[in-house]
């Protein structure tokens, strides 16, 4: 009850009034173009199935607050966000159950076994650094060097009672503190410190607030990172906390009763088929059908020797404690 209470509170600041959509069309709620190259994916599909998917600036928070209160008439075919939202939202019963293309190569543990969500891609949490907007301060390269005053008002994350990656941003420094799920303690005292160095809290995506250097240094994801080095040819850098991180998957999940359903499932066959996820792949994610990460994408990522420092998390216990988290950020931190 308490985390449907924050959800449902979240949707007040969402907009309210959706336009209407012909057939050829599937909603999805959090696929913003700036983020993990939705905007190139949306591209393919108008391009392959003919159908148009509307750009949507949701976050994961946002997006389950939405499908809340429009549970008696939904208005999205498909949703997208953190693994703990797409948990929450079948126990809240907003989704419907769907085994897309290659559902059974999905590994177990990145999946609800009747198809309520699954992962399609994971990303690994770190430093996102314009090294170019530093003022000639050192790469960090560590979560406690945040906290440092030579980068006062240079660091930024995004809002994490509401932004998966910033729920899974705090889970990582958490424990790189010496936090557990049971025990959020030392990553709120942590939070508390930063906010003596004026970091900059976003609730959407902040990618081009990074490229432009307004943030300097963000706690986000590895393929975001890349995507400014290697597409935008920007002087970025990402760092893997020498505290160590996690890696976490992001899902997607058809909505009950949605207006277009079988657009959403020719949508979610489309992302999740070999050409979905070399797409992801070359966005720099990790596509969650390993063979379609080609050894030329694999190659602009950091050493494997880097990602060894990211452990894995209990996504299901990460899901069921976030509620505890977010009351206690928003009241003892914001």
């Not at 949703?79 to 907003?94: H, L, P, R």
Request: hydrophobic share 40%.
């Amino acid at each position: 009850m308490r985390f449907k209470q924050l959800v449902m509170g979240m949707a007040f600041a969402v907009a309210a009034t959706q336009p209407a959509f012909a057939n050829d069309v599937a909603i999805c709620y959090n696929c913003p173009p700036e983020w993990a190259d939705w905007g190139g994916q949306l591209k393919n599909i108008a391009r392959d199935l003919k159908i148009d998917v509307p750009q949507d600036n949701k976050n994961s928070g946002q997006t389950l607050s939405q499908l809340l209160a429009e549970k008696d008439n939904p208005v999205a075919d498909v949703a997208y966000y953190g693994v703990s939202f797409g948990i929450k939202a079948k126990q809240e019963g907003v989704v419907a159950n769907y085994k897309p293309a290659n559902f059974d190569k999905i590994p177990d543990g990145l999946k609800d076994k009747d198809g309520a969500w699954f992962a399609i891609h994971s990303g690994t949490i770190g430093l996102f650094v314009n090294t170019a907007a530093l003022d000639g301060a050192a790469v960090p390269q560590s979560w406690s060097d945040l906290l440092k005053p030579e980068y006062k008002g240079m660091v930024g994350y995004l809002d994490p009672s509401s932004a998966f990656v910033g729920y899974a941003g705090a889970v990582a420094i958490n424990r790189a503190m010496g936090g557990t799920l049971d025990d959020f303690t030392p990553g709120i005292e942590f939070f508390k410190k930063l906010k003596e160095n004026d970091p900059i809290v976003p609730k959407q995506t902040a990618y081009a607030r990074v490229l432009s250097g307004e943030i300097p240094i963000l706690i986000d994801y590895d393929f975001n990172a890349y995507r400014a080095k290697y597409k935008d040819k920007a002087d970025i850098a990402f760092v893997i906390p020498t505290e160590g991180t996690v890696a976490v998957p992001y899902v997607m999940s058809l909505v009950k009763n949605g207006p277009h359903p079988e657009n959403g499932k020719m949508v979610l066959d489309y992302v999740m088929s070999d050409a979905g996820q070399a797409h992801w792949a070359n966005a720099f994610l990790r596509p969650v059908i390993a063979s379609a990460l080609s050894p030329e994408a694999s190659a602009k990522f950091l050493p494997a020797s880097e990602y060894a420092r990211s452990q894995p998390v209990d996504y299901a216990k990460m899901a069921k404690v976030q509620a505890g988290f977010s009351e206690r950020y928003l009241s003892e931190v914001r």
